[in-house]
């Protein structure tokens, strides 16, 4: 007797495509590190390439994931999208815990890393990854339930928000934000009524507010970016000198490894103002290239959420999506003063394994679902 199996077609352009895009922009992300950051890892006693190389080491268990992610039904991640949460918040507690300082040591003045050995990670890369997964899980399952405040808002409201807040806890106001935001987008693409959305943007701001004035260094960045020149020099610096950075580099730049700011004036070049770098070091038309290949990634995210096979499909795609474009969009912004500083990372360019990694899963992921609209029944 024969019988029909559903048969994986793979091959799709658009996530040939997306791969592609992804490829270029870790390896592009491996030289701006290189280039950013050489300096100020001989000044601390290690190898110029130092942080190039721990990049690179990110970036080839990052692709391993994504390979590995490509090869798993999507819908793995909706069954597991409770245990991904309890884990991810699990991990969130160790930093929060007073105890745990082996664990999660204080850098900086934040305690947002577990260190295990040589190997650390951020807790709360892995909450954005399992929360977008949940939020998909959920919206998916409602239906239009979703679009009643009670049943369909409130139950999003009561999860996501204790995650946000242990994030906030670190302290990580920009991450714990970005988390709602997108679980936002999410929830509004399954439906929500817009009124809902002004009510809860409304109790958000406030909350927010209070989280700034509270902070003092949180109210001099808003403070700075409102009234630019009128506030004390370091609440300023950061931003003046990525400006100067961007502006330096002109159409093509000073050349690879020729930038000035990385050389103490621009802090955390490599990181949070790695768009600065490439402005500074590859000009205007660098930093259009590279615009443009963010473009290209969301725009195809967009296009396989838009044709996924199923509801969760969908919104996981979407989810995933705006996860990786808003913390693009926010830290371009950041770098040409256009929003207040966040601290959030250049997806797949900036220093960070644990934001490549997830990254990297997450491109995996989309690729997936994007495979999975050509499944066709085979006879057997």
Known sequence: MTHSEPTLVRGAWDTRLLGIVVTVLVVFGIAVVYSSSSIWSVRQGNPGSDLALKQLLGG???????????????????????????LSTLLLLIPVLPFTRGLAPELNGTRRWLSIGPVGFQPSELAKFAVVVWVAMLAAKKGNTVRELKRGIFPFVVIV?????????????????????????????????????????????????????????????????????????????????????????????????????????LPYAYSDFAFSTIGEEWGFVGTTIILTLYITLVALGFRIARSAPDRFGMLLATGLTALIGVTAILHVAVTLAVVPTTGLPLPFVSYGRSNLVMSLLAAGVLINIGERRFQRPVRR
């Open 161 to 265: 928000l204790p995650i946000a807040a242990l994030i906030l806890v670190e302290p990580d106001l920009s991450t714990a934000c970005l988390l709602g935001l997108v679980a936002g987008i999410m929830v509004f693409t399954a439906g929500a009524r817009i009124g809902h959305f002004l009510l809860l943007g409304l109790v958000s701001l406030l909350l927010l507010w209070r989280q700034i004035v509270g902070v003092q260094y949180r109210l001099a960045r808003i403070v700075t970016f409102l009234s630019p020149g009128t506030e004390v020099a370091e609440s300023s610096w950061q931003i003046q000198q990525s400006l100067i950075g961007v502006g330096a580099g002109g159409l093509f730049g000073v050349g690879f490894g020729q930038g000035m700011q990385k050389l103490g004036y």
């Open 60 to 86: 080839l268990g990052g692709i391993a994931l994504l390979l590995v992610a490509t090869r798993i039904d999507y819908h793995f991640w909706k069954r597991n999208a409770w245990i991904l949460l309890g």
